[in-house]
């Protein structure tokens, strides 16, 4: 970007996403700690949630990308420990992990879901229809919690498929929108929901609620910031915030200086970066990326970004994937190279390599080094005891 020109070139605005997202720090020397963790959450402001587990859970993998190994259970303990309870379960990007001194900032968001709206239509209605039956529901909470679905004295059952969800669970999913409940840990993968008194902390409930604007405001400047530079849907994506809750709140920023609008190089829409963005000249990250890590988890944005076109192969039929079933982009550099399909198979202690495919754009004997210091470390990470390349192609083959 030349002096005083407004227009940013691409390669650049890559870097700027990726220092954004902790990608320039270095990692540390020795085994990642809280104070590592507690530097990234900072950064990236949360994690988002998916109950797939072929590898890890998709909430542990964005701060490993950034750090490398780390014990897992320090995420564990600031989400679900009981003190200091540093994280907790709402909607921020889809469902997510964030910070607790972010609860007064979601509020309104949890109030429009008591007035049935940011609720899909299905359970607008129930909440509508069911509302003595939800009371009963939170009333029990209340003297018999922390409490699964299946120990709720009735409407436990859930009606077949995994979204059959029965009344039980219908109930305590919309408390938990409208922030009556939260989650007090998980068992396996299962939500145990207690009243927000018993698992948050006192100080954090007692702060004040902004007004909507102002909380919405705050949202979309972390948002801003995580990214470093974006189109106004990009800054809004990050928290999942609305066309007419976005617009004006970006136009504050903007008058505020905390925002500045710039042109991005190939973008057809508008640009803003973020006052604090760096632009750092050169980036060394080599990094095996979550399919829900911050950088990849708005497709059209890494597709103007990196020119990466992804979909991931979980939520798409078996005869439609292109590059296998849980697919993790690897970023070397400021580019994403490559694209490997993995699984941990747990019995035999082995990180499996289902596929591994290079972009058209890079060279298989620049990734593949590289590539398999990632994969060795991810293995030795998730207490695996070696990687099988199972993959065909020029890629596994030069991994093997």
């Not at 988002?48 to 890890?56: A, G």
């Not at 299962?190 to 705050?218: G, N, S």
């Not at 991931?312 to 694209?339: E, M, S, W």
């Amino acid at each position: 970007m030349t002096r005083g020109s407004d227009t940013i070139l691409l390669a650049e605005a890559r870097r700027i996403a990726l220092a954004a997202q902790g990608f320039a720090d270095r990692r540390p020397a020795a085994r990642a700690d809280r104070r590592h963790v507690a530097r990234v959450l900072d950064r990236i402001a949360l994690l988002q949630i998916d109950s797939v587990n072929v590898l890890v859970r998709s909430h542990y993998l964005p701060l490993f990308s950034r750090l490398g190994a780390y014990p897992m259970e320090v995420v564990d303990r600031l989400a679900y420990g009981r003190k200091p309870r540093g994280l907790f379960e709402y909607w921020g990007h889809m469902a997510s992990l964030l910070p607790v001194s972010f609860h007064p900032l979601l509020r309104w968001r949890m109030t429009q879901a008591e007035r049935g709206f940011r609720t899909n239509g299905a359970m607008a209605r129930f909440a509508r229809e069911k509302r003595a039956y939800i009371q009963r529901v939170l009333a029990e909470v209340y003297d018999r919690g922390p409490l699964a679905v299946s120990e709720l004295t009735e409407g436990a059952k859930n009606q077949g498929s995994w979204w059959g969800w029965g009344d039980g669970k219908m109930a305590l999913e919309w408390l938990f929108y409208a922030g009556k409940v939260t989650t007090a840990h998980r068992r396996g993968f299962e939500r145990i929901y207690d009243v927000p008194e018993r698992v948050l902390p006192a100080e954090v409930l007692a702060l004040p609620t902004p007004p909507d604007a102002d909380a919405q405001r705050m949202l979309m400047e972390i948002g801003a910031r995580a990214h470093g530079i974006g189109t106004a849907f990009d800054l809004r994506d990050y928290f999942r915030l609305s066309p007419d809750e976005s617009k004006a709140r970006i136009r504050e920023l903007v008058e505020a200086g905390r925002l500045k609008p710039v042109r991005v190089e190939g973008w057809k829409e508008q640009a803003y970066i973020h006052v604090d963005a760096a632009i750092p000249r050169r980036l060394s990250t080599q990094s095996l990326l979550s399919p829900f890590d911050p950088v990849v988890w708005m497709r059209e944005r890494g597709e103007r970004l990196f020119g990466f076109h992804y979909r991931i192969g979980l939520y798409t039929p078996k005869d439609k994937r292109t590059h296998g079933y849980y697919v993790l982009p690897f970023l070397l550099g400021n580019r994403l190279v490559a694209r490997v399909d993995l699984k941990a198979d747990r019995q035999n202690r082995r990180l499996q390599v289902l596929g591994a495919h290079a972009e058209n754009h890079a060279k298989v004997a620049e990734i593949a080094e590289p590539l398999k210091e990632e994969l060795a470390r991810m293995a030795g990470w998730l207490g695996l005891e070696g990687v099988q390349i199972a993959a065909k192609g020029a890629l596994a083959q030069a991994l093997r």
